[in-house]
């Protein structure tokens, strides 16, 4: 149980074209999504948190216009990346948490999206 | 949120037991210890949690100290595919913060 999937796995785009990346709990109904991103050697950054049927927070520094989320149900969210620039080439990691009890349970990961943008 | 220390490297032999310390002085009452892994190019892998018990589950054992100012993760056999950069994090709000984690390199 507890699986994450991201689709795509990986992608190249041109600079100035926009880029979105699913990300959906296959097994449970995820009250809370998150978005994190991650350089090479680094650590995963969170950007944004997402609870279903509302708007997304934002981590300090992120802009929001840049990468849209939305989680329209319990069991997917997505991030568009708009305008992608070469800047923006990273690991992008998506993890869902099921509220439950009134408390967070336990996050999960996606396998990560790898964008490349030219 | 708690800020957590951990050692930026280790080795272990395969087949041995793997202990991997973290400390957390400044864990506040309701905050769990969690921890996952990263293998290379993958998302992170949830391992274990826990609040002030001990916890084993099939793949490793959380031994938190009394006072919950450290805990130690252990893997009891390691294994090459254990080969991973281990985050130990501390949770308060809803947000997993990662810091820089253990390389932990098991060889043959």
Redesign the interface.
């Known amino acids: 149980g ?1 699986v ?1 999937s ?1 689709h795509p796995s990986w992608v190249i785009c041109k600079s100035g074209t926009s880029v979105k990346i699913e990300c959906r709990s296959l097994d449970f109904q995820a009250t ?1 999504m ?1 978005w ?1 991103r991650q350089f090479p050697k680094q ?4 950007m944004a ?1 997402s609870n279903e049927g509302s708007k997304a927070t934002y981590e300090q520094g992120v802009e929001k216009d840049k990468f849209l989320i939305n989680h329209a149900s319990l069991t997917l969210s997505t991030l568009t990346v708009t305008s992608a620039h070469p800047e923006d080439s990273s ?1 992008y ?1 998506c ?1 869902a ?1 099921e509220l439950a009890g009134g408390y ?1 349970e ?7 999206t ?1 964008l490349l943008v030219l | 949120d708690a800020k957590t220390t951990q050692p930026t490297s280790m080795d272990c032999a395969e087949g041995r037991a793997a202990n991997l310390p973290c400390n957390h002085s400044t864990i506040s009452g309701n905050e769990y210890v ?1 921890w ?1 892994r ?1 293998i290379h ?6 391992i274990i ?1 826990g609040l002030k018990n001990n916890e084993t589950n099939e793949m490793a054992s959380l031994i938190i100290t009394e006072d919950r100012k450290s805990s130690t993760l252990i893997l009891p056999h390691a294994t090459l595919r254990d080969t991973a950069v281990y ?1 130990c994090i501390v949770l308060g709000t ?8 253990t390389r932990l390199q098991v060889f043959p």
Not at chain 1, 43 to 46: A, D, R, T, W
């Open positions: 507890a994450v991201q809370t998150f994190y650590s995963l950054m969170l948190t690991f990691i993890s948490a967070q336990t996050q999960y990961f996606g396998p990560g790898r | 969690y996952y990263q190019s993958q998302g992170p892998q949830y949690h985050y809803d947000k997993l913060i990662f810091g820089t984690g």
